[in-house]
Structure formats: structure tokens, C-alpha cells
Nanobody
Framework: QVQLVESGGGLVQAGGSLRLSCAAA????????MGWFRQAPGNSREFVAG????????YYADSVKGRFTISRDNAKNTVSMQMNSLKPEDTAVYYC????????????????WGKGTLVTVSS
């Protein structure tokens, strides 16, 4: 089992940057693909970014490509996401996820979820 704890959310003006981090408890972190989903008020959860177990490949939603960068450190059991050029529509609760299989990047395919961290982007 993997326990995930997010940090780094907050309030930022449009055009600004934030860096989200996720700490994973467990000795098998490197056996999980990791990712970030988000849920805006009134919307369903959506995929934002994902990274393979080795960290060699990354995946992004079209809405964040070129602005967000996901990375992982398997030695420290952490995954991070640098968010630049933030827009008001990026306002959401951001969830760290872990998937022992990898590749689907669907809500139903993620085995473990953190409790989320709120990102608010003001216009």
C-alpha cells in the first residue's frame, strides 16, 4: 500500500508559478507510475500529468502542456509538478495518484489517491 501526502498548494495570481510536491510512504515507490489529477468546483476529476515508474516518460493533458512539468525522485519517494503561467481555469484541488500498472491515466485506473491540495489562481 502507498500513502500519499501533497503539499505546495496556495493562492497565486494569474501568470504566476507554484510547485506541488507529493511524498509517498512505502518502500516500493519506484514500482508505481505517478501522476496528478485535479478537480475544479462543479467539475469531475481530470488527468493533469503522469510519469512512468522510471521517470523516463511523461504525459500531459493538452490544457497544461508547455506550462506544467512533472518529475520524480525515486530515492526520496517524491513526485513534483512545477506549474508555470498559471491561469484562473487551473484553480482546483490537485491530487497525487499512484498506479502500480501505469499507462491508463484514468480516474478508475488509479489505485491510490492523496487527500489533495488546493490551488487558487486569481485573475
Amino acid at each position: 500500500q502507498v500513502q500519499l501526502v501533497e503539499s505546495g498548494g496556495g493562492l497565486v495570481q494569474a501568470g504566476g508559478s507554484l510547485r506541488l510536491s507529493c511524498a509517498a510512504a512505502g518502500r516500493t515507490f519506484s514500482t508505481y507510475a505517478m501522476g496528478w489529477f485535479r478537480q475544479a468546483p462543479g467539475n469531475s476529476r481530470e488527468f493533469v500529468a503522469g510519469i512512468t515508474k522510471s521517470g523516463r516518460r511523461t504525459y500531459y493533458a493538452d490544457s497544461v502542456k508547455g506550462r506544467f512539468t512533472i518529475s520524480r525522485d525515486n530515492a526520496k519517494n517524491t513526485v513534483s509538478m512545477q506549474m508555470n503561467s498559471l491561469k484562473p481555469e487551473d484553480t482546483a484541488v490537485y491530487y497525487c495518484v499512484a498506479d502500480p500498472v501505469g499507462g491508463s491515466w484514468s480516474v478508475s485506473g488509479m489505485d491510490y489517491w492523496g487527500k489533495g491540495t488546493l490551488v487558487t489562481v486569481s485573475s
